[in-house]
Nanobody, 125 residues
């Protein structure tokens, strides 16, 4: 499985960005695909995931109500629409696949098998 992330950039607080993750190759592992982020000096943290088997989604509390994850089955992409961005959203965002994803929880970064390259999101105040 190969993942290609795109869509990062720089915006002012309150702005929006849309990240996309294009997946190729066949998957045989857990059904979660989603996004993590890592700010300088911080650990990689969960953001959101999509369960490709049942369509359920998970959001970290810090992004609930502002971020929306969706999947395009035809294009085999997963997108993260980010609205009302805040300076604390600044980080490198990574898409990852084949990890645990339920409405209640998203597996930690080490539970995800495949990773795309990071894409930088910078939000200025």
């Amino acid at each position: 499985v190969q993942l290609q992330a795109s869509g990062g950039g720089s915006v002012q607080a309150g702005g929006s960005l849309r990240l996309s993750c294009a997946a190729s190759g066949s998957s045989s592992g857990p059904d979660g695909i989603g996004w993590f982020r890592q700010a300088p000096g911080n650990e990689r943290e969960r953001v959101s995931c999509f369960n490709t088997r049942n369509g359920r989604t998970y959001y970290a509390d810090s992004v609930k109500g502002r971020f929306t994850i969706s999947r395009d089955n035809v294009k085999n992409t997963v997108s993260l629409q980010m609205l009302n961005l805040r300076p604390e959203d600044t980080a490198v965002y990574y898409c990852a696949s084949e990890g645990p994803c339920t409405t209640a929880s998203m597996g930690p970064h080490y539970s995800y098998t495949y990773w795309g390259q990071g894409t930088l999101v910078t939000v200025s105040s």
